[in-house]
T-cell receptor, first 116, second 111 residues
Framework: DTGVSQNPRHKITKRGQNVTFRCDPI?????LYWYRQTLGQGPEFLTY????????KSRLLSDRFSAERPKGSFSTLEIQRTEQGDSAMYLC??????????????FGEGSRLTVL | GDSVTQMEGPVTLSEEAFLTINCTYT??????LFWYVQYPGEGLQLLLK?????DKGSNKGFEATYRKETTSFHLEKGSVQVSDSAVYFC??????????FGDGTTLTVKP
């Protein structure tokens, strides 16, 4: 399967702990996006990369959140000092950035975070 | 900032009924518009898209027309099936940057 892969699929942690999620995009896609989704809501934008450059980060994003894409391939999203309000599904998507697919996103199945 | 408003759900229909899910947006310029679908237990996937005014996106019997004058992108299907039961999200994007999503509409189709 050559789709977007996210790991782990489910993470349960205690408040105050750090967690890291990994996303492997479709290999030829140069844009990678992170979103957060809570029950009954649509995906909320967190940040996105073009190759290894982080082009935009949501102003709503706490400084406890950091994302990297060091070699322009996989990406990691780290949440430090987790809070119960961080409990959500974290979605990764990639995009080929072609004239035929402007803004079309290919999503992974998500990583569900539960903070106790 | 950009925003997308979808009709509130859930929507319950009988098989072969006509479906409309309303979507309106607020944005500057001319964004691309999308409908994504999330089937039970699966990730979001693109259903259809339109990149400029008056474009009609279509896929799997679903259609939506980009209406600049009413800032709308309503999703329609003439005859729904049980397999169409899913959550549908309307979204917009500028130049393949961040996408803004609506809150989703849950559709249940009963046999």
């Amino acid at each position: 399967d050559t789709g977007v892969s996210q790991n782990p699929r489910h993470k349960i942690t205690k408040r105050g702990q750090n967690v890291t999620f990994r996303c492997d995009p479709i290999s030829e896609h140069n844009r990678l996006y992170w979103y957060r989704q809570t029950l009954g809501q649509g995906p909320e934008f967190l940040t996105y990369f073009q190759n290894e450059a982080q082009l935009e980060k949501s102003r709503l994003l706490s400084d406890r959140f950091s994302a990297e894409r060091p070699k322009g391939s996989f990406s990691t999203l780290e949440i430090q000092r987790t809070e119960q309000g961080d409990s959500a599904m974290y979605l990764c998507a990639s995009s080929p950035l072609t004239a035929l697919s402007p803004g079309e996103l290919f999503f992974g199945e998500g990583s569900r975070l539960t903070v106790l | 900032g950009d925003s997308v408003t979808q009709m509130e759900g859930p929507v319950t229909l009988s098989e072969e009924a006509f479906l409309t899910i309303n979507c309106t947006y607020t944005a500057t310029g001319y964004p691309s518009l999308f409908w994504y679908v999330q089937y039970p237990g699966e990730g979001l996937q693109l259903l259809l898209k339109a990149t400029k005014a008056d474009d009609k996106g279509s896929n799997k019997g679903f259609e939506a027309t980009y209406r600049k004058e009413t800032t709308s992108f309503h999703l329609e299907k003439g005859s729904v099936q049980v397999s169409d039961s899913a959550v549908y999200f309307c979204a917009l994007s500028h130049n393949a940057g961040k996408s803004t999503f609506g809150d989703g509409t849950t559709l249940t189709v009963k046999p």
